[in-house]
């Protein structure tokens, strides 16, 4: 029934998931947030998660070891963003091509690897929820806020770390002006190359997490193409978000909470036509689409490649 | 470019495929599974008798529909991701104008040809949407390409459990098929339609001369080469700017008008099937020449129905295209990265 939507109960169980739901897309946004802010467009972030959501589970699967896991994670998400920064960084390949090159290999390869070393879906015991004491005890916020799993209290708390990086210190104060004047860096002795190789991989390694969260944290399986399109919303994101981590996060959670309310509209049977429900998210990035549209400028250097004059 | 440095970028593109497949193999090693195996099973899943190369052909025909049309977005120095939502459009156009004439008595001939030419203007407007965002909203075209990727897909998913779905209950199987008497006829015993081949064949042709051959053609290249330099030249840049998405769009209309209607016979979920990402490859690896599209977009092509059969055989899943497309890409970026540090050496 429509009521049962607005029971006390529903609302906390909605905002917990939408909360919950945010993390992969807070991992893979705030990492492309770095790498945009150097100018670099990185579209291969979808294949970056697939791959990082199948080396989490495979290794937390033989292993039992959920850390192991989540680094192994992260280490093919920095691979996968060396390989992406030599091609961008050294050969100045087109980055919008490279990207999509980057999402076919990490699609065909988590899904070769899947076949051959599992061929059936299993499940892992993913990151326990960690009841924070005395404030999960709290009726309500404590179960919104404070009753969730590890990964998913470090995606709210990159979020201060990403502004406080981008806006106060002098590495962010370096990967701005890369993204926005490579060559007047370049003359104030900013390495420009070395910069964007950073912000690369560190949004590969980002990347990386956010598909071990869907893996071993969120929903513990691993499936063929299990990220469905969320590593091409979080680049999304990053323009809804005007490049800068609180706006990310704004759109994130806007995103998630609206996905997590269409997920109990179906658990509650409430009669909802079923096309609008299994619309509800794709009209979502409709708005982040038109709401978002030109009222701030992109980082100016933004997917060009840079080479040194002279 | 003089012929011989011409026969050289050959050669650095063979370089690149070389390298592509060595790379695939340490993979396929690493995994457990014989290369050689694997590539013999795509070689004849692909070549090994007439049916299966006109399977590749049938999956050959939107590729090169939406290379084609690509290669005048990338000419004027645009990214249109948005080629995706582009076939959708298309495919939903036909399917719109197949619903609302099969019942008329209208001659079935007549019908497909309006279906196809719906699916032209479907897809032309949703390019022509990127490009306004663009041009008038400065939304960068990949953003605005992607979010409207979503919106088509949306439509796609409204439409078939909304106000088209079957009789009875919507399913993510698609909308109810159409009459016989409104699919293109197809070869004897084939999947492959004639009607189909021929249209994308004319369409490369026609980027072919429109690049190479045209006053028309030259001012869009220098739109994409150099678009200050045409702008004050007085090339009305925007003006030619939304006439390339205009014609990628057609053509990305085309295709999904040809899934429609030769080949699934109703309008299904993922109708673009990924050929807009795909069609971005090949026309990034052509160089942005007309001339190779068609060999390249086979050889795509081969390589998706090659795999078809390797779960059967060898238990790989067909994904082993999507490592081999991958890896292709990012060897003839490297490639051409390299050849022009020497080029810039010498």
């Known amino acids: 029934m429509i009521s049962d939507l607005f029971s006390v109960t529903v609302l906390v169980g909605i905002l917990a998931s939408g909360i919950r739901l945010a993390t992969p897309y807070l991992y893979a946004a705030i990492g492309e947030t770095f790498s945009q802010r150097s100018g670099v467009l990185n579209l291969g972030v979808e294949g970056q998660m697939l791959l990082g959501a199948f080396a989490a589970f495979y290794v937390t699967l033989t292993t039992g070891n959920l850390w192991l896991g989540l680094m192994t994670a992260m280490l093919v998400g920095a691979l996968m963003g060396l390989a992406m920064a030599y091609v961008t960084v050294n050969l100045q390949a087109q980055q919008g091509i490279s990207g999509i090159g980057f999402y076919l290999f990490g699609l065909g390869m988590s899904d070769l690897l899947f076949q051959k070393l599992m061929g059936t879906v299993e499940t892992v015991k993913g990151f326990p929820k960690i009841h924070i004491p005395g404030l999960s005890d709290i009726p309500g916020i404590g179960e919104i806020f404070f009753s969730q799993n590890i990964l998913v209290y470090g995606a709210y708390l990159l979020v201060p770390i990403a502004w406080f990086v981008l806006n106060k210190t002098t590495l962010g104060l370096k990967i701005r002006s890369v993204g926005e004047n490579p060559d007047a860096a370049d003359s104030l002795g900013v390495n420009v190359g070395r910069i964007r190789y950073f912000t690369i991989i560190l949004g590969g390694i980002l990347s990386g997490v956010a598909g071990a969260s869907l893996s071993i944290a969120l929903l513990n399986v691993f499936q063929q193409n299990m990220t469905s399109g969320q590593g091409f919303i979080a680049v999304a994101l990053v323009y809804f978000g005007a490049w800068r981590p609180t706006g990310v996060l704004g759109g994130a959670l806007l995103f998630s909470l609206i996905n997590a309310l269409q997920l109990w509209v179906q658990v509650l049977n409430i009669p909802v036509p079923s096309e609008i429900a299994v619309m509800m998210p794709y009209v979502l990035t409709i708005l982040v689409l038109v709401t978002s549209v030109s009222k701030v400028r992109a980082p100016s250097a933004l997917s060009k490649p840079f080479e040194r004059e002279n | ?346």
């Open chain 2, 1 to 346: 470019m003089t012929k011989n440095s011409r026969w050289v970028n050959v050669g650095f593109q063979i370089a690149a495929l070389v390298l592509a497949l060595l790379f695939t193999s340490l993979i396929l090693l690493a995994a457990g599974a014989p290369p050689l195996e694997a590539y013999k099973n795509i070689v004849t899943g692909a070549f090994g008798s007439f049916k299966k190369f006109s399977d590749v052909l049938v999956s050959w025909v939107p590729l090169l529909l939406v290379s084609a049309g690509l290669l005048v977005t990338f000419a004027t120095g645009l990214w249109n991701i948005g080629v995706e939502g582009q076939i959708t459009l298309g495919a939903i156009a036909t399917t719109w104008a197949l619903r609302e004439l099969q019942d008329t008595g209208l001659s079935p001939s007549l019908i497909l040809f309006l279906a196809i030419l719906a699916g032209m203007a479907g897809g032309a407007v949703w390019a022509l949407l990127a490009g306004a965002l663009k041009t008038f909203g400065g939304v960068n075209e990949i953003f605005g390409g992607l979010g409207l990727n979503f919106v088509a897909t949306a439509l796609t998913i409204y439409l078939i459990f909304g106000p088209w779905k079957r009789p009875g209950v919507a399913s993510m199987s698609g909308t109810e098929p159409f009459d016989e008497a409104l699919h293109l006829s197809l070869f004897p015993e084939l999947r492959l339609s004639p009607w189909a081949l021929v249209i994308a064949i004319l369409a490369i042709v026609f980027v072919y001369f429109l690049l190479q051959g045209t006053y028309f053609g030259l001012r869009l290249k220098a739109v994409g080469k150099n678009f200050r330099a045409a702008y004050l030249l007085g090339v009305p840049t925007w003006q030619y700017m939304m006439l390339s998405f205009l014609i990628c769009g057609a053509l990305a209309g085309i295709a999904g008008a040809m899934q429609v209607t030769a080949v699934y016979y109703r309008l299904i979920p993922s109708i673009s099937s990924g050929y807009g990402y795909l069609g971005l490859m090949v026309a990034m690896l052509v160089n942005y020449q007309a001339i190779w599209a068609a060999p390249v977009a086979l050889f795509f092509a081969a390589l998706n129905i090659g795999s078809i059969q390797l779960p059967i055989v060898l238990k790989l899943d067909s994904s082993l295209s999507g490592v081999l497309q991958g890896m292709l890409v990012l060897f003839v970026l490297i490639v051409e990265g390299v050849r022009q540090r020497i080029a810039r050496r010498s």
